[in-house]
C-alpha cells in the first residue's frame, strides 16, 4: 500500500487550480466504503484526492461511524484512491470532477498477501525483534494507566524497577536511558524522580537494546533503554486528553495533542500532576567494639510524606521543507515543587540495659525548574529513506534547589540547602549511505558538554559542630564532563543471515572542583567499542541473534560528589571523588520463535566488568550524639572493585489462546560472581538471584477488559549484605464509552502491600537489619477522551519511530 501511514485532512482543504468558467465553486465529493466481504463499513477508511495538474494538491478525509465520506474541492481532474490496513487499496486516475459527485458505494477487499504481517502486527504489544533491540509496545497497558513513566518500564520484560526507583534491566542497574533516542533534561538531574512525576499517558513505546550498536554511546554496562514519547502525523487536529485521580491523593491531567496543515506539524504532549506518596522505613543496627563484643543498639522508624506536584509541557513544530527534508524544533518545559516530612523515632540500647529515645523532623522542599531546546534536521537524497543526513542538537538547563530545617528532640538541629545548577549541550550527527543492493554504510560523531555546580550548606545548630567533632561537610562542587566520539559501522544482508559490525572511539574529559576544600580532581579516559550483531533468519517466523558489544560505566556526578547526604543522624551516602570508569564486554545469544497463538523470545547472556563500581556500607569513622550519648555514623559509598562477571538466562513468551485473552510472561536468570578487596576487606561474592513477571489480560462480558501483573524479585546477596524476595499483585480494568471514543479504567497498585525491601547488612563492626516502602499500596481510576482519534486495539497509536535504530533483521 503506497500510502500505509498517511491519514489525510480531517477538514477542507481549498485547492488552486485551473477552473473552468462556468463553475468557479467548490463541488463535494461523497461516498460509502465498505467491506466487500461482509458488507459492514469501514471506519477511519482514507479517502484521497489528488491533483492531476498540480500533485502537491492534496485533499481527502476520513470516513465515520458509518462508512460515509465528504469533501470539498474545485472543480478539475483528479487520482482517486481509497486506503484501509490491510485491505486492498481502491484507485480510479485522471476522473473530472465538474459538479457535485457521490461515487457510492465502494468495496474493498482483505490484501491476503498482508495476513501475515497483520499477524506480526498484533502481537507488536509484546515483542519486535531487530538485529540490536527489542520493542515493546505499552498503549493497551492497564496497570499503568494515570501512573508514571517509572510504572510503565516497571511492567516491560526485560526491565524492573526496585523500591526506590532504580532501574535495571537484566538485574543491572547500569542502565543509560534515553529520550526519542538521545540524552534529555526530562529525566532531570535525578532520573529516578524525574520518571516519577512523567505521565504513563505520553510514552508510545520503550525500547530495549541490550547489544547496542555503534551508533548509541557507550555508556551503560547493562544497556538502553529508549523511551519514546507520544507523537501523532495525522492531518487536522487530533489527540487525547487524560485525567486521574485516586487514592493515597493524586490528581492529574494530561493532553497528547497534534495539529497538521500541509507541510507544517505541531505537537504538545503538556500535563499537571499531583501526588502524595507516603512510605515508611526501619532500620534496627548493632555495634560492636574491635573484640566483637556488643555496645549499644539503635532502632530508627522512620515515616514519608512526600508531595509532588508538577507541570510538564513537550511543545514542537515539524516543518517538511519538501518531500525529502524535514526540520523539528521543540522544547521542553518542567516546573516542580515538591516537599517532604520525614518523621524519625530513634531508641537507644546501651550495653547495660539502658534505654533512650528521641525524635527527629525533617521538613524538606525541593523547587526544580527544567529548559531544553532541541533542533532536528533530516535529510534524504534521492527520495531513499536509506540514503539519509541527520542532524540534532539539544540545549539544556536545570536548577534543583533543596532546603530544609531539621528538628530534633523538639530544637532546631541544622539547616540544610543544596542547589544544583546544570548546563548540558548536546549535537550529533549521522550519515548513512547504501552499498549494493543490501549493505548500507553509517558514519557519525556525537559531543556531549555537561557542567554541574552543587552548593552544599550545612549548619549545625544544636548540637554544633565543635560539639559533634566531625568535618564540616559544606562545600561548592564544580564538575565538568566533556565527551567527544566517533563511529563507523556497516550491515548486509546475505541470503537469511543480516549482519552489523561497527567501531565507536570515544574521549572523556572529567573535572571534580571542589572550591571551598581546594580538593581538585582530572580524570581522562579514552577507548574503543567494538560492536557486532548478526542475525539468521530460519523463516519469516522463526530467527536467531547473536551480538557482541564493549561498554562503558562512568561514575554519575552523585557518585562522585564527596558531600555527604544524611537520611538520618546515624546514616549517610557519600560519594568518592576517586572514582574510576569500569568497562565491560558482553556476549548475547537470542533465539524467537512465533507460533499461530504463542511468541517465545529467549537469550542467554555473559558479561565480564573490571573496576566495577560497587556499594559498600562501612564505619565511617565519625560519631553524632543522640541523647547525651556517643553513636558512631555509617556510611554509604561506591568504590572501585576488581572483577565482575554475569551470567543470565531470559526467557519471554506471549500466548493468545483466543481473541479476548492474551497472556505474557517473563522470567530473567543470573548468576553474579564478584571478585576484590577494598581497605584490607574482602568483597568475594556470588549471587544467583531471579525475577518473573506474569501478565494476564481478558475481555469479559459488557466488553470490560480485565488485567492482572504478578511480579517476584527473588533474594540477592552480596559480600555484605543478603536482600529477601519481594512479591507484588496489580489489577486494572477497563471499559471503553462513547463509541470507543474514550476510556474508563481502575487500577490497584500493589494489592497487598508487599512491595518493601527487606535485607541484613553484615560488617565486622555492626549488624544492620533494615526494611523500605517507598510507596504504599494505592488506587486509581483514569478517564481518556480521544477526538479524530481511532482507538488501536493492539496499543499501536499512530506510531512515529524516533528511535533511530537499524532496520537489518527480523
Known sequence: ????????????????????????????IKGTVIDKDTGQPLEYATFILESVRDTKNITGGITDLDGKFEVEAMPGM???????????????????????????????????????EVAVVAERTTVELRLDKKIYNVGSDLTVSGGTVSDVLDNVPSVSVDVEGNVQLRGNDDVRILINGKPSAITGLNSTDALRQLPAESIEKVEVITSPSARYDAEGSGGIINIILRRSKLQGL??????????????????????RMGNLNIFTNTGYNYRENPGNSLNDTDFFDDMGVFTNAIREERDFERIRKGFNMNLGVEWYVNKTASITQSI??????????????FTQLNADGGTSSGFRF?????????????????????????????????????????????????????SVRTAEDQQRVFMQTDYVVPIGKAGQFEIGYRGDFNQLETDYDVVFIEPTLDELGITDPSNLLDYRETINAVYSQYGSKIKKFSFLGGLRYEATRLIINQLETNDFNRNN???????????????????????????????????????????????LFQGNPNLTPSFSNQVDLGYLKRFDKLTINSSVYFQRATDVITFITEDSGETTFFDGEEVRIIRRTPVNLARNDRYGFEFNTNYRPTRKWNINGNINIFNLITRGDFNGQNFDAENLSWFIRLNNKVTLPGNVDWQSRLFYRGPTENAQTTTEGIFSLSLAFSKDLFKEKASLA??????????KRRSETITPSFVNNSEFQWRERSFNLTFTYRFNQKKDRNGNRNRDDDGGGEEYGA
Not at 333 to 345: F, P, Q, V, Y
Request: proline share 4%; hydrophobic share 30%.
Open 78 to 116: 483528479y487520482n482517486l484512491s481509497v486506503e484501509y490496513i490491510s485491505y486492498t487499496t481502491f484507485q480510479q486516475e485522471r476522473q473530472l470532477m465538474r459538479n457535485d459527485t457521490d461515487l457510492g458505494i465502494i468495496g474493498l477487499s482483505i490484501d491476503v498477501a498482508q495476513l501475515d
Open 746 to 755: 481502575f487500577n490497584v497498585s500493589d494489592v497487598f502491600n508487599s512491595r
Open 362 to 414: 525533617d521538613p524538606e522542599t525541593e523547587d526544580d525548574k527544567t529548559f531544553q531546546y532541541a533542533f532536528n534536521y533530516d535529510k534524504q537524497f534521492n527520495g531513499d529513506s536509506n540514503h539519509k543526513l541527520t542532524f540534532a542538537f539539544q540545549y539544556e538547563t536545570t536548577d534543583e534547589v533543596e532546603e530544609s530545617l531539621i528538628i530534633q528532640n523538639g530544637f532546631d538541629s541544622e
Open 1 to 28: 500500500m503506497k500510502r500505509l501511514f498517511l491519514v489525510v485532512f480531517l477538514c477542507t482543504t481549498t485547492l488552486l487550480l485551473a477552473q473552468r468558467p462556468q463553475n468557479t465553486s467548490p463541488i463535494k
Open 332 to 345: 521542553f518545559i518542567r516546573d516542580s515543587d515538591n516537599s517532604s516530612n520525614t518523621t524519625n523515632d
Open 525 to 571: 579516559f579514552d577507548g574503543f567499542f567494538p560492536t557486532f550483531n548478526l542475525n539468521y533468519e530460519v523463516n519469516e517466523r522463526e530467527n536467531f541473534q547473536l551480538g557482541y558489544n564493549r561498554r562503558i560505566r562512568r561514575p554519575r556526578s552523585r557518585f562522585l560528589n564527596p558531600f555527604p547526604s544524611r537520611s538520618s543522624p546515624t546514616n
Open 238 to 259: 487530533n489527540g487525547a486528553l487524560t485525567t486521574n485521580f485516586g487514592y493515597p491523593t493524586q490528581a492529574g491531567i494530561n493532553g497528547n495533542l497534534n495539529y
